[in-house]
């Protein structure tokens, strides 16, 4: 008698297929509440104990961890020492195997669960029974996941039994099913030993998005989220409306996310290419749109837009006028919504901004590795900042300051940015040498240098940048400090009444 073993903790489509295997003339084996299911769907199972001898044992624990489930498992088929070993032993094999997992994921995803909890969700015997029924996909087919009931049932109803090509995928699909199950387990109990750099980086995600291409058109790319789901994250953004994002997209929306959780205010980004070609925050988010937009109108012609409140008509009907790709917001009202889904290619998505937090580490890869780090997401106080010079910036220039070093940390380095107390007006990122960036920024910012400021997301190695930026309209200059020529860009300061502060704290964005 051919035998298949079920045990599921996702009953979906479970009776249905055991229906289909008794049909076949296939013995089943169960266990528990899937044996309870099967059993009130007059399905005709053997327990367990019937088939070890052994009864079920502490709460559960102890029930397929037995020679008569494992052998009928791993026994080759082929070896005569296998079918004797079987025969003396009394063991019959178990050519199907049907298993899920306790929800472990779904248990840790509750905001109460205790440790007691997590631990009872750990499954033993199931990644058991599923290993061995996958380490011997010659001979045993093995299914993991409901949606290949229908491959397995419609590959035995052939008459040929399953194929060995099938037979070898779904063992791999139980591997990576295991590992990624086990990889949630050792994060969850790092996590609570607070362990910050363990001997291995256990790490899974799920598939989200099949890409069309990569950076380029010829390179594959696929898009995948964090098992655990991080909320505020562009992996969790539902979208609304348009085409499907596509890899740069995705790249250019995350850092669009990361600037705009610095700012409580109603605030508007608009992104290009990683970095910011405009910020602005008003009372409204119209207003603040206006702010963005004029910080470089050239530049967000086919960029991406966020906005930290609901767009609104009047906001919509503006950004009706520009090509862009995207636009994120918490929200749209009716009326927004339907100006801007007009337009069949533009993306809108929504995502919720009420938990913007995470202390989820950045992971980047490199040939033959991982780079982890924290995110920057330090909490910086303005009250301790340090004015160097001896002029005391004013009470405007400070809201200036405060807000161009909000932006300039988001900016590629070397990175400087020019910005008035409620905008960017000039952004320098990504030049090999910090003097190139106070050039570029301050060429764009050329014309609205009304209260500008400047910020330099780490330290100026000379006092050429201060010269230039003080030659350039500049009164106020924000700056980490620490280098050993601080003293020359501080006399340089001094020498153009330029106030400058040191913050003590780095942004580099490679």
């Not at 099967?38 to 559960?60: K, N, Q, W």
């Not at 099949?210 to 790319?221: D, I």
């Not at 209260?451 to 010269?467: I, Q, R, T």
Request: charged share 25%; with cysteine.
């Amino acid at each position: 008698m051919t035998r298949a073993l079920i045990s599921v903790s996702d009953k979906t489509g479970v009776v249905e297929f055991a229906k289909e295997l008794v049909q076949a003339g296939i013995e089943i084996i169960s266990t528990g509440g899937t044996r309870k299911a099967l059993t009130e769907a007059e399905i005709p199972t053997l327990s367990i104990d019937e088939v070890t001898g052994f009864p079920e044992m502490m709460d559960g624990r102890v029930k397929t961890l037995h020679p008569k489930i494992h052998g009928g498992l791993l026994a080759r088929r082929d070896l005569t020492s296998h079918l004797t070993a079987m025969k003396e032993q009394d063991i019959q094999p178990i050519d199907f195997v049907c298993v899920n997992l306790y929800p472990f994921k779904e248990t840790i995803e509750k905001p109460a669960v205790t440790e007691a909890e997590a631990i009872e969700n750990i499954d033993i015997g199931g990644p058991s029974m599923l290993r061995s029924a996958a380490k011997n996909f010659a001979f045993v087919t093995v299914v993991v996941d409901p949606k290949d009931y229908a491959l397995v049932l419609a590959e035995i109803k052939s008459g040929q039994g399953t194929s060995l090509a099938t037979r070898k995928q779904l063992a791999a699909k139980v591997f990576r099913h295991t590992a990624a199950y086990d990889a949630l387990i050792a994060d969850y109990l790092t996590k609570q030993t607070a362990d910050s750099e363990p001997e291995k980086l256990t790490a899974t995600y799920d598939l989200k998005q099949t890409l069309r291409y990569g950076e380029n058109s010829h390179q594959t790319a696929a898009f995948y989220q964090n098992a655990l789901p991080v909320p505020y994250s562009i992996a969790s953004a539902q979208q609304l409306h348009g085409k499907a994002l596509s890899y740069n997209n995705i790249k250019d929306a995350d850092a669009a996310l990361r600037i705009i959780r610095e700012f409580a205010e109603p605030t508007v980004v608009a992104l290009k290419h990683m970095n910011p070609c405009g910020i602005g925050s008003a009372p409204t988010i119209s207003e603040a749109y206006q702010f963005a937009y004029e910080a470089d109108p050239t530049s967000i012609f086919g960029g991406i837009l966020v906005a930290n409140r609901e767009i609104d008509l009047a906001t919509a009907e503006e950004l009706h006028k520009l090509f862009l790709e995207i636009v994120i917001a918490p929200s749209f009202s009716k009326e927004a919504f339907e100006v801007l889904a007009s337009k069949k290619n533009l993306r809108l998505l929504t995502l919720d901004f009420s938990e913007q937090t995470s202390n989820q580490p950045e992971v980047v890869a490199v040939l033959g590795g991982l780079l982890v780090q924290d995110q920057d997401i330090i909490e910086e106080i303005p009250t301790e900042w340090e004015v160097a010079t001896d002029r005391q910036p004013t009470e405007s220039e400070l809201k200036a300051l405060a807000f161009a070093w909000k932006a300039v940390k988001h900016v590629k380095s070397n990175a400087i940015v020019v910005a008035n107390e409620h905008q960017t007006v000039g952004v320098g990122a990504g030049q090999m040498n910090r003097v190139g960036s106070v050039k570029l920024a301050l060429e764009a910012a050329k014309g609205r240098m009304d209260g500008a400021v400047l910020a330099s997301d780490a330290y100026f190695p000379m006092d050429d940048s201060v010269e230039y930026a003080a030659q350039h309209g500049i009164k106020a200059i924000i700056q980490p400090g620490g280098s050993i020529r601080d003293n020359d860009s501080i006399a340089m300061a001094n020498k153009y009444g330029v106030a400058m502060v040191f913050t003590g704290v780095r942004h580099f964005r490679h």
